[in-house]
């Protein structure tokens, strides 16, 4: 069975800081995707990241995949309130379905 | 503007009724999901379906039943529902290997 395991699984900031989530397997994944779910809201797409070693960036959030495709992190600099929420991690796995991580919840404070 | 749009937001139940979950979507997905969220279980596939009247069980299929009789549609069914059943639940789809769209979610109280 594949498994994702994120951490930490809650974060609680101050505007301003920077932070850095965690995704882990011991499973490789021939891609990933990061997605954020509001309160309330479905998750929505924020990458994928599909060759080891891949870097991405979406304004202050920096996406990598590790070298071996078995984990991934998402840093985010200069944190703002916007930023709040459930942010999951998910692998391709077998038969076109999606591991999902069991998510990170942050908590940006003004 | 692609979507997935999911029959209701809230829904109070009570132990043993039956209940329907509808989902559609308007991009022309071959793949639809069910999945329950829950605090601190992440994620958790119930059903999914490859193409019409086709269906696979995912992680924890017990207690529920699913019905893809149109491409666009991928309906839940709490056959009798039970109070461990009350959760969030959220629908997806997908093309192949692409981006997966989620429907805002229906949260479900069973009493």
């Known amino acids: 069975t594949q498994l994702l395991e994120q951490s930490p699984q809650f974060l609680s900031i101050q505007e301003g800081e920077n932070l850095t989530v965690y995704c882990n397997s011991s499973?490789?994944?021939?891609?990933l995707q990061w997605y954020r779910q509001e309160p309330g809201e479905g998750p929505v797409l924020l990458v994928t990241v599909v060759t080891g070693g891949e870097v991405k960036k979406l304004k202050r959030l920096t996406f990598q995949f590790g070298d071996a495709r078995k984990d991934s992190s998402l840093h985010i600099t200069a944190a703002q309130p916007g930023d709040t929420g459930l942010y999951l991690c998910a692998g391709e796995g077998s038969f076109q379905k999606l591991v999902f991580g069991t998510g990170t919840r942050l908590l940006v404070s003004p | 503007d692609v979507k997935v749009t999911q029959s209701s937001r809230y829904l109070v139940k009570r132990t043993g009724e039956k209940v329907f979950l509808e989902c559609v979507q308007d991009m022309d997905h071959e793949n639809m999901f069910w999945y329950r969220q829950d605090p601190g279980l992440g994620l958790r596939l119930i059903y999914f379906?490859?193409?019409?009247?086709?269906?696979e069980k995912g992680d924890i299929p017990e207690g529920y039943s699913v019905s893809r009789e149109k491409k666009e549609r991928f309906s839940l069914i709490l056959e009798s529902a039970s109070t461990n059943q009350t959760s969030m639940y959220l629908c997806?789809?997908?093309?192949?290997?692409?981006?997966?769209?989620f429907g805002p979610g229906t949260r479900l109280t069973v009493l």
């Open positions: 499973s490789v994944f021939s891609s």
């Open positions: 379906s490859y193409d019409v009247k086709m269906k």
């Open positions: 997806a789809s997908r093309r192949r290997y692409n981006e997966q769209f």
